[in-house]
């Protein structure tokens, strides 16, 4: 599934994930924002090259975006001291990633199947937003 957008929410924050090449690139700017790191081009200055790169999203207008790598994405959640940051990492290694690599993306509502809190049946009845 290349080039695949899939949409999470984080705290009520919009983070785009494309996949490129099998593996999972975070737009930049979305992470930014939940990290509230007020410049992401210049955030991603002090990423290496293979951490980042620019990509045209599926149905964007105007310029590229600027993506990262998980690797990237754990160097912004690492050097960040903001209190969002920890919440923001736990979501992403015990939600996001576990479920981009079974699934192949995320399906929101799986993780209440998982803790009981939702029917397995009410999750399949549920519509699929696709991008």
């Known amino acids: 599934m290349n080039n695949a957008l899939t949409t999470f929410n984080f705290n ?10 099998d593996q999972p690139w975070f737009v930049a700017k979305d992470v930014c924002k939940v990290l ?15 951490q980042k790169a620019s990509f045209k999203l599926p149905f964007q207008r105007g310029s ?23 919440a923001f990492k736990l979501w992403v290694t015990d939600t996001v990633l576990p479920a981009i690599e079974k699934d192949g993306a995320y399906i929101m509502g799986e993780e209440k199947v998982a803790s009981g809190e939702m029917e397995l049946v009410t999750l399949r009845n549920k519509p699929v937003r696709a991008l």
Do not use: H, Q, W
Request: a positive charge.
């Open 12 to 21: 009520s924050n919009e983070i785009r994930v494309v996949t490129i090449d």
């Open 36 to 50: 509230e790191l007020a410049n992401p081009s210049y955030v991603t200055t002090r990423l290496e090259a293979s």
């Open 64 to 86: 590229a975006s600027t993506v990262i790598t998980k690797g990237g994405l754990f160097s912004l959640i690492l050097s960040s001291r903001k209190p969002e940051a920890k």
